[in-house]
C-alpha cells in the first residue's frame, strides 16, 4: 500500500464557472486557473501523483503550456493515473476534503464521486468528498478562495 497527499487552492474571480470534482456548481462567482480550476481535480492529482511518487501536477501539466489552457482537468487526473498504472500501482482509495466558506458543496458530492470514480476507473465507494466551511475566518472565511486536501491510497 501507498499513501499520497495532496493540496491546492484557487482565488474566486468574475466571470467563470466554478467546476469542482468535475461538476459545474451554480455560484456567482468560479475559481481562477490556467486550467478549468478545478481544485478538487488537483489535490486528487497530486494525491495520486505523490503516492506513486511520480511528482506533481505543476510537472507533469505546467502551466506555461497552452496545451492546458482551459483543460478540463478531469482528463489531467486521467492522464496523471494512466502514468501511475504504467508504473504498476492501482488505485484503492480516496478522502477528500473541500474547504469554501461558500457556495454549498454537499448537494454536489454524490455528482463530484461519480465524475472523479470516472476518471481513476474507480467505484464511487472508492473516492469520500467531504466539505467544510472555515468558520468565517481567514481568506477562505473571507470567500477569497477555495482548499482542497486530498488524500489517496494505491496498491
Ligand atoms: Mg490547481
Known amino acids: 500500500m501507498r499513501v499520497g497527499i495532496g493540496y491546492d487552492s484557487h482565488r474566486f474571480v468574475d466571470g467563470r464557472k ?11 462567482r468560479g475559481l481562477a486557473g490556467h486550467s478549468d480550476a478545478d481544485a478538487v481535480a488537483h489535490a486528487l492529482t497530486d494525491a495520486v501523483l505523490g503516492a506513486a511518487g511520480l511528482g506533481d501536477i505543476g510537472t507533469l501539466f505546467p502551466d506555461t503550456d ?6 478540463d482537468s478531469l482528463q489531467l487526473l486521467k492522464a496523471a493515473y494512466a502514468r501511475v498504472v504504467t508504473a504498476d500501482h492501482k488505485f484503492v482509495q480516496a478522502d477528500i476534503t473541500i474547504i469554501a466558506e461558500q457556495p454549498k458543496i454537499r448537494p454536489h ?21 467531504k ?8 481568506w477562505i472565511g473571507k470567500g477569497e478562495g477555495v482548499a482542497v486536501i486530498a488524500l489517496a491510497v494505491l496498491e
Open 109 to 129: 458530492v454524490a455528482a463530484m464521486r461519480d465524475k472523479l470514480a470516472g476518471a481513476l476507473a474507480a467505484a464511487p465507494s472508492a473516492i469520500s468528498v
Open 66 to 71: 497552452p496545451r492546458w489552457e482551459h483543460v
Open 18 to 28: 466554478l467546476i469542482l470534482g468535475g461538476v459545474v456548481i451554480p455560484h456567482s
Open 131 to 138: 466539505a467544510k466551511t472555515n468558520e468565517g475566518m481567514g
